[in-house]
């Protein structure tokens, strides 16, 4: 095991009727910036609990932060939050609200434009005001952690900064209830490959952290059906949010090495052509498995005997070589059976977005995985998998 810090401070505020609990979370004195999507929660009743819950408090609301939310909106909130003098920053709504509301509370005390904070990468020592959410999509763990993804529409980039935790995120699973299909299907996605890009490296790191990692994954592969047949059952839900939450705050990462490719070619299918975020894991997961098979292979068959209860027939190359495959083949099914198209073709994505990853990856000199040998060259060969 690798040695590390953890340090995890947002309070987790969980269960039915929480959201009244702001009026007690946020100090009396403070100005508010309430930031908001496009709309969901005016008709699911949040944006109605939210601001009973706030009647005594001074707060200005901010709404339009959009899915993978754009630089060009966040300057308008920063803007807005310099303006009406905010000093407390209050995000109600998916990771994109979240994310976008960590680059707001950074930017509303920050002289410069708000991309420098981007272009900075780590901001995670930098001045922020206090930030605390009220989730409604169970998804990307930036209810509790300290990550934000940031789209560039001028320059069509998206990138990862790390700012701070937020100090508490309020969970009400019956938040869910309204959320499209779609939504829910990218949620039990996005959770899955977290897990997977902390879990799907070497063997023999931490027994503790695989387990972990691996009751998540199985947790997620058995509850998607029951979500997909009634998603309005509170438990089933409950389960759900706390999982997503649980797979990208810190907790299975300890010590052990990480591979996050297939999150950064993803990001650039979104950047080039709007493809949803957890779409873009369903498809090159997949790829990145097939492609990095040999340094992988150990961990693939103990994630398939483990998770799909796929056992190895013997001890021979061949026995080894099925599992792999298999286990691989059961991943794809599982997104599958979420409704997503996990070919490129499918989504009309060919040739010319293959040479522009590869061609980004070598600018950016990434070598991304726990072996830094995914570059340009592997990007291309894990996108030609998923043709
Ligand atoms: O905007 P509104 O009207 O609220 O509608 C949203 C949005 O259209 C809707 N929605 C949310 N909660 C709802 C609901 N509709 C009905 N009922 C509800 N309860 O869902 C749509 C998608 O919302 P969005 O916030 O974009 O989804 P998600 O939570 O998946 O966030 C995606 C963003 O998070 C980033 C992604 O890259 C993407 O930009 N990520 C952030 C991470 C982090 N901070 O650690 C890690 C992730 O890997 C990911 O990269
Ligand atoms: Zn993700």
Redesign the pocket.
Known sequence: MNNFIFHNPTKLIFGKETISKLTTEIPLDKTILVT??????K??G?YQQVTSALKEHTYHEFWG?????SIETLREAIAAGKEHKCDFVLAV???????GS?LIAAGIIYDGDAWELILKRDYTKGQTLPLGTVL???????EM?S?????NKATKE?F?FYSKHPKFSILDPQ??????PF?VS??LA?TF??VIEQYLTTTGQSPLMDRWAEGILQTIIEIAPQIKENQKEYETMATFMLSATMG?NGFISMGVTQDWST?MI??EL?ALHGL???HT?AIVLPGTMWVLKEEKGDKIVQFGQRVFGIEQKGTDKDSREEAIGTTINKTEQFFKSLGFKIKLSENNIGEQTIKEIEKRFNKREFKLGENESVDGAVARQILEHVK
């Open positions: 908001f999507g496009g709309g969901s929660v008709k699911n949040v932060i959009e899915p993978n939310p709504g998916g990771g994109s609200v979240i994310d960590k409604t999509l169970p998804a990307t763990g930036s952690n990550g934000a993804v940031i789209s998206k990862a938040t869910t209830y309204t959320l499209p939504q990218c949620g996005d490959v977290h990208l999150h993803g990001h979104t949803t975020h957890a894991l």
